[in-house]
């Protein structure tokens, strides 16, 4: 018995290596991880909460700053990038393509169903009404 208990221990410890630390899984439950240097409109834009687009059935994630902006970032299923721009309360937000890149990778980790993402963006964009959206973001988003 002891042999075969003993050539399993290798395999759980790989397991429980691969399993996200504490850390994580509590920054996964609270708005998420970035690091971004975007600037909106010659201002710093900096996210306050970063959640994954399955809580809203879109894959990708949002980025939403303190005021309650809100930038949408969606991987489009033929895999083309689009930054969608949310007002603070809006329900529909203004569509902008071709000036962006996007990389998303999911982590493996599932929290309350909600698959947690990481990736990174980077963005030359001028909105609708004229505003420069510059800079790139890396992140790793979960539930709000």
Excluded: Y
């Amino acid at each position: 018995m002891r042999t075969r208990c003993a050539a399993h221990v290798p395999a759980i410890a790989l397991a429980l290596f691969a399993l996200p630390s504490c850390g994580e899984l509590l920054q996964d439950l609270s708005g998420g991880t970035f690091q971004s240097n975007m600037v909106v409109d010659g201002h710093a834009w900096a996210p306050a909460q970063c959640v994954s687009g399955d809580l809203e059935t879109f894959r990708g994630v949002d980025l939403i700053d303190s005021s309650g902006s809100k930038i949408r970032l969606v991987k489009e299923v033929d895999g083309s990038p689009t930054m969608i721009l949310f007002a603070p309360g809006a329900e529909v937000g203004a569509t902008i393509r071709d000036c962006l890149s996007l990389r998303l990778e999911h982590t493996g980790v599932r929290v309350n169903n909600i698959r947690v993402v990481k990736g990174a963006a980077s963005f030359r964009c001028v909105g609708p009404e004229g505003q420069r959206i510059v800079g790139d973001i890396t992140f790793r988003c979960g539930i709000p």
